[in-house]
Structure formats: C-alpha cells, structure tokens
C-alpha cells in the first residue's frame, strides 16, 4: 500500500481544536498557572467579604479569555507535532504531493497498481492469462 498526502494537510485522526478539548486537563493546568488567573485567585483567597464578589467576578471573566487563549496554544502545538511532514518522517505517510501534481499521481498511482495486480511476482508476462509456473493465473484472457 502507498499513501501520499496533499501539502498542506494534517496528519491526525482529529485536529488541533477537538484535541484542545480532549486534552481538557491540560488547558485547566495551563490556565491555572498564568500569571493573571494566580494573581487573582490569591487575591480572592485573602481578601474581605465585601470585595470578594467583585474579584470572583473579574476572576471568572480573565479566566474565561485566559482559558480560550490556552485552548488555542494547545490546538496549536497539536497541529505543529501531527504535522504532515513529521508523519512522511516517521513513514506514516510515503510522499507528499503539491496539490497541482494530484492528478498525475493518482493515475500514475493506479497504473503502477495494475500493473503489479496484473503481473504477480514470478509470472511470465507474456501471455493471456498469464501463467505463474505455480499453477496460479493472473490476468483475464481479452
């Protein structure tokens, strides 16, 4: 089996967005240790009664926007490692082909993959249907 990709594509059952979702622990982790969402969550953990509502308020707003901010650095850091050039590196993928060259790949693909259905290893290619010694035949008489 060959595969080929198109450049441009990505190399992942699913994207970088859904995976930001999947990876929903690592967003939280994330937007917990920034700056912003500590300082105020110290803030309201050592403040007065009276101001607490207002800072819980601020708090869930930043953390908000904080939260969307980490969802979009972890969607992109999983777009960047299941990109299609690390799958060609790993052999995931054998080629990859500038959308302008699609077309000819692919009928070239298809003919490279006849003439191997057409002509098994160890037959003789010269007669229809081809006779592979071994009492296998390849091919249909025209």
């Known amino acids: ?30 937007t917990a240790a920034d700056p912003r969402v500590r300082k105020l969550s110290e803030l309201l953990n050592t403040t007065d009664d009276p101001h607490a509502a207002i800072i819980r308020a601020h708090l869930t707003e930043i953390s908000a926007a904080v939260r969307s901010q980490k969802l979009g650095e972890v969607a992109q850091e999983f777009d960047q490692i299941h990109s299609i050039h690390r799958a060609l590196a790993v052999g995931s993928v054998d080629r990859i082909i500038p959308a302008s060259e699609l077309r000819p790949y692919l009928i070239d693909a298809i003919g490279r993959g006849l003439a191997r259905d057409l002509n098994p290893v160890g037959c003789q290619k010269s007669a229809w249907p081809v006779s592979c010694g071994d009492g296998r035949v390849s091919g249909r008489a025209s």
């Not at 060959?2 to 939280?28: L, N, Y």
């Open 1 to 30: 089996m060959e595969t080929a990709a198109v450049e441009g594509a990505f190399a992942s059952v699913i994207g970088g967005t859904p995976a930001a979702t999947v990876f929903a622990r690592e967003v939280r982790t994330r």
